[in-house]
Every structure is written in C-alpha cells, then in structure tokens.
C-alpha cells in the first residue's frame, strides 16, 4: 500500500519536469524529436519551424523527452499491474482498464524509444 501512496509523488515531480521542458522547448525554439540533422548541424523544430542549436542542445532535448516519456510509461506499466488484480473482481471493467493502460504505456513507451533513436543519432552511434 505504501507503493501506491507514493504514486502522487511521482506524479507531481514529472509534472514539474513536463512544466519545465514545455517552457524551455518554448524558448529553445521546438525539441529533438521533431528536429532534425543535417550535414552535421542539429535542429530542433516546433510547428514546422527549425532551429539550428549546438549538438549539447539536442541531445538535452532528446533526453529530457526520453525522461517524459518514460515517466508515464512506466506508471501505465505499474498501474496495468495493479489493474489485473481487479480482473477477477469485474473482467469486462478490468479488462478495459488493462487494455486502456496498455494502450498509454506502450504509445508513451514509443515516443521514448524514438527519443532514444534522437540520441544514439546525435552521437553518431547509429
């Protein structure tokens, strides 16, 4: 029980980290998973607009959507655990849930890997 009291906690903290990549994204111009590189420059890019930024940049950007990501996909993960214990209970409600959870989990576990493709990219490992 003591697991799941501290799920708040963990919530508010990646919400705080979101609220501050949104701003700075905001002010760098876009992020890395929408950028770009090219001819060895790097270019974050929001709505369609590019910002060239040094390869330190990208790879903040790449790695802070990773981390966002990762923070959810990882909580849908756990909860969809929790979840099967109520299969028993309820198995329609239970199984919606499982399925809802795993939908999440998997859709934010995607968009980490792709920021992941970002980095290995960014530091000419892939």
Request: charged share 10%.
């Amino acid at each position: 029980m003591k697991r799941i009291a501290k799920l708040p906690t963990m919530f508010g903290l990646w919400a705080a980290f979101f609220a501050v990549f949104w701003i700075v994204s905001v002010i760098a111009g876009g992020d890395a998973v929408n950028g770009k590189i090219e001819d060895g420059r790097y270019y974050l890019c929001s709505h369609g607009k590019y910002t060239q930024v040094s390869r330190a940049d990208y790879v903040t950007s790449a790695s802070a959507v990773m981390i966002i990501a990762a923070g959810p996909a990882l909580l849908f993960f756990i909860l969809l655990l929790m979840s099967l214990s109520t299969i028993k209970e309820g198995f329609w409600a239970g199984l919606a849930v499982a399925a809802i959870l795993l939908l999440f989990g998997g859709a934010s576990l995607w968009l980490a890997i792709i920021s992941l493709g970002c980095i290995l990219r960014a530091l000419a490992v892939i």
